[in-house]
């Protein structure tokens, strides 16, 4: 594998020899010196640890790190990058990013200054099975389009403590995932988005952030596609959701579970788990899931909602329609709760309300709908604030508080302070049963961007929305698919179909069908 981390004990002296400094990728400069860049591994002898430097790139396409198979570790640095990218290549491997780990490499960075200006300029990217971002003490600020600021792909992992990471554009979120996803850790820090589609977290991976401050100024706080989840711990989120990415949902809210159908997360549940912190909405509801199985739990978490839509599980327009509802299962620990479910007919609730929870709302107010089974144990209480439709309650006699309203247990008025003891219900058949490529379209709300066009054209580098893809064959992954292997050089990616195609998903025993070119 080819090196090229800068090291700094020779550094220093081939500045006090002749000014001339070695750079990783494009140049770097130190007290106003600019240099060519060089292989590092040509300096074997060097040490593995390059600090006080500037490290800059403006091709399009290039890096100004790249960490390429090698352990490499870098203090008290800047990094600047500015030119353009387009197509898959940027979100699948890390084309065009400020700092690019890949092939197994074990990159460590401290005290950096990382600030991107391009289209598809993410800032720090793990990519592959092995390789592993270890960053901490740093700031990462992202201005384009389709710019995250610490992005994890195939299967790779990403380490980041104390971390102030700001992005400007849309679909580029702070916290960021994509195709094959991977192993994603927070701790501390603050992140903020300010993007249409680019909430605080874009999860196709298994990603955990402890005590840090999440926040998105425009878009969801937190997405989950798919077979992946989000873990939080003693962390804040305050979501304002104020532009819709697209036509697929016209629901706004602060956290979203659900499969896109776009081939890059693969099928399964979808998990959403909170303990401690607070959970701010301030536009729109709490909890939207769709066209996906899903998990959520809470616990001690503080709630803030700027309406009484505290979960909804229904269709939007991702999926297939009449089998793009959500099948959830809800809990609640310790937990404090206020607002409306709303279950609609292609999607089921089990919701269990435990360790002195309290629920004060309604379920389905406007009649029977999905199926929903809610459990109370301890002393946990619901406090109806509206007439209320479920299908099965296990509860004792204490539990429950009508408040003057009825709660209609499969179609039968339910009795005060009497006990029951219910079932949870059974997933909807037809929902979350998630083929790729079969819904009206695969536009993500994190929005990977539309800039497919024809071939030697510019992209237009309007925000939005990824197109359809089928499903990546299962395997290994952060997210259960296979990593995507990156092309040899000169070779082109695995590219989805162009906007408003359909890719079937084959048949048991078939093999995937090759995805048309998409026009870039």
Partial sequence: MRKRALLYANLL???????????????????????????????????????????ENTEN??????????????????????????????????????VLAENGAKLTISNADITTDGKHANGVFSYGEGTSVDISDSTIHTKGDGSGGLMTTGGASMNAENLNVTTEGNSSAPIRSDRGGGTVTVTGGHYESNGVGSPAIYSTADITAKDAELVSNASQG??????????????????????????????????????????????????????????????????????????????????????????????????????????????????KLEGQATVDDISTLNMYLKDGSSYTGAVNTDGAAGSVYVELSGDSTWTLTGDSYITSLTCGTDNVKLNGHTLYVNGTPYTEGTASEGTAVAAYAGSGNTEAGTGENADRPDGALTDKTAPGEKAPGAAGQKPNGGAPEKGKGGDGQTPPQKPADGQQPPEKPADGQQTEKPADGQQQPEKPESSQ
């Fill in 222 to 335: 937190v997405v989950v596609e798919g077979k992946n989840s989000v873990t939080l711990e003693n962390t804040n989120v305050t979501a304002n959701h104020t532009k819709l990415n697209g036509s697929n949902s016209d629901v706004y809210q602060a956290v979203m579970l659900y499969q896109s159908m776009s081939g890059d997360a693969d099928e399964g549940t979808a998990s959403f788990h909170m303990t401690g912190g607070s959970l701010t909405s301030k536009n729109g509801g709490m909890f939207f899931v769709n066209n996906t199985t899903a998990e959520i739990s809470l616990e001690n978490v503080a709630l803030t909602c700027a309406t009484d839509d505290l979960l909804r599980i229904a269709k939007a327009g991702w999926g297939q329609e009449g089998s793009n509802g959500g099948n959830v299962t809800f809990t609640a620990a310790n937990q």
């Fill in 13 to 55: 002296a081939l500045s006090a020899a002749g000014g001339l400094m070695l750079s990783a990728c494009g140049s770097h400069t130190a007290q106003s010196q600019e240099t060519t860049a060089v292989n590092a591994a040509e300096a074997a002898s060097q040490s593995d640890t390059s600090e006080n430097v500037r490290y």
């Fill in 61 to 98: 396409g290039g890096h100004a790190l790249h960490a390429d198979g090698e352990s490499a570790s870098y203090n008290n640095i800047s990094v600047v990058k500015s030119g353009d990218s387009e197509g898959d290549e940027p979100d699948f491997y890390g084309e065009n990013a400020a």
